[in-house]
């Protein structure tokens, strides 16, 4: 089975900084987009940023000139740099990923089970 797994958050004093990681295991025969949603208390998840597999990269607005989304294909994983981070972006973030199984199989999207960031002073 394919499994994602997001690691790095935490709590940040706004101003700061925070790396997410998340690593895709199980059998696949390739990642094409991998992106990071989050999802705040009390509203809905919303996209963050995505990546193609050759790096082609898209933010939401809010986090524009903010975030940094890359992916090391050798690895499986994609992170989710974060700078000048402020309360509202405290959420659940969710890494997620469209993944071959096969040559012949559709994509199919993965999701990750979460992680928490919290950004208060």
């Known amino acids: 089975q394919v499994q994602l797994v997001e690691s790095g958050g935490g709590l940040v004093q706004p101003g700061g900084s925070l790396r997410l990681s998340c690593a895709a295991s199980?059998?696949?025969?390739?990642?094409?987009?991998m992106g990071w949603y989050r999802q705040a208390p009390g509203k809905q998840r919303e996209l963050v940023a995505t990546?193609?597999?050759?790096?082609?990269?898209n933010y939401a607005n809010s986090v524009k000139g903010r975030f940094t989304i890359s992916r090391d294909n050798a690895k499986n994983t994609v992170y989710l740099q974060m700078n000048s981070l402020q309360p509202e972006d405290t959420a659940v973030y969710y890494c997620?990923?469209?993944?071959?199984?096969?040559?012949?199989?559709?994509?199919?999207?993965?999701w990750g089970k979460g992680t928490l960031v919290t950004v208060s002073s």
């Open positions: 199980g059998s696949m025969f390739s990642i094409n987009a």
């Open positions: 990546i193609s597999r050759g790096g082609s990269q």
């Open positions: 997620n990923a469209d993944i071959l199984r096969s040559p012949l199989s559709y994509g199919m999207t993965y």
